[in-house]
T-cell receptor, first 113, second 112 residues
Framework: KAGVTQTPRYLIKTRGQQVTLSCSPI?????VSWYQQTPGQGLQFLFE???????NKGNFPGRFSGRQFSNSRSEMNVSTLELGDSALYLC????????????FGSGTRLTVV | DQQVKQNSPSLSVQEGRISILNCDYT??????FLWYKKYPAEGPTFLIS?????DKNEDGRFTVFLNKSAKHLSLHIVPSQPGDSAVYFC???????????FGAGTRLTVKP
């Protein structure tokens, strides 16, 4: 059974640019959540999508947005990149959206220069 | 606002001994707690969880203890093995929903 796939694995962008990250959940999983991991801050919840609808949102500025497609694949977009956006972005999928059922992808390492 | 805190960034123990990882939380609405383990270049993997109706949950070498009055939980690994070396994240949520709040993580090193 394929795991959660995140692409690309690494990304370098310039301040002010925008970026789109992709997440393909485990087959049959309808919930996809996004987290940002930075040193010393742990994982911070960005948002969760379930059946193409944003169900929950964390405390991030509007520059961070996402969407989910009918096949449950999800994309996350960050516009007007700032240096502080450099982080590991993790996607997690589950059937129903419960924490214990999460499977995380390996993440996309974004570096903003 | 860090609602979940792991105050020890790192912990080193000898193989065969007990590892104790600690976690504190501030939000009294949290009623479901989880531990995740993360190896380098991989995503976190679920390890063990506990609901607020319990004060202990055991799974093999891993036991999680919850002290609700102190808003504190701990993960015990006995005996510790070199393969347990990883970063451990504590997480909490209300009703085991998707909005989990994570701590900053503790890097455990188990020395042979």
């Amino acid at each position: 059974k394929a795991g959660v796939t995140q692409t690309p694995r690494y990304l370098i962008k310039t301040r002010g640019q925008q970026v789109t990250l992709s997440c393909s959940p485990i087959s049959g999983h309808r919930s996809v959540s996004w987290y940002q991991q930075t040193p010393g801050q742990g994982l911070q919840f960005l948002f969760e999508y379930f059946s193409e609808t944003q169900r929950n949102k964390g405390n991030f500025p509007g520059r961070f947005s996402g969407r989910q497609f009918s096949n449950s694949r999800s994309e996350m977009n960050v516009s007007t990149l700032e240096l502080g956006d450099s982080a590991l972005y993790l996607c997690a999928s589950s059937q129903s959206g419960t924490g214990s059922g999460y499977t995380f992808g390996s993440g996309t390492r974004l570096t903003v220069v | 606002d860090q609602q979940v805190k792991q105050n020890s960034p790192s912990l080193s123990v000898q193989e065969g001994r007990i590892s104790i990882l600690n976690c504190d939380y501030t939000n009294s609405m949290f009623d479901y707690f989880l531990w995740y383990k993360k190896y380098p270049a991989e995503g976190p993997t679920f390890l063990i969880s506990i609901s607020s109706i319990k004060d202990k949950n055991e799974d093999g070498r891993f036991t999680v203890f919850l002290n609700k009055s102190a808003k504190h939980l701990s993960l015990h690994i006995v005996p510790s093995q070199p393969g347990d070396s990883a970063v451990y994240f504590c997480a909490a949520s209300e009703d085991n929903n998707n909005d989990m709040r994570f701590g900053a993580g503790t890097r455990l090193t188990v020395k042979p």
